[in-house]
């Protein structure tokens, strides 16, 4: 986890306009598509990629 946690700190934050991105789904296990996500944006280097919302569901 050292070398995720690494990689996020070296990304600068709040630098620019956040990227379109089409809504999210929802997984069972959702830690693993997300790191993979999360570490695959750091990697290509996309803006704002450690910043992230949340989002409210009422059901």
Request: no cysteine; charged share 20%; proline share 17%.
């Amino acid at each position: 986890m050292t070398g995720v946690r690494q990689l996020l700190g070296d990304l600068p934050v709040f630098a620019g306009e956040p990227p379109a991105s089409p809504p999210p789904t929802a997984a069972d296990t959702p830690v693993a598509p997300f790191t993979a996500r999360l570490v695959g944006a750091a990697r290509a280097q996309v803006p704002e990629a450690r910043a992230m919302t949340k989002e409210l569901r009422w059901p």
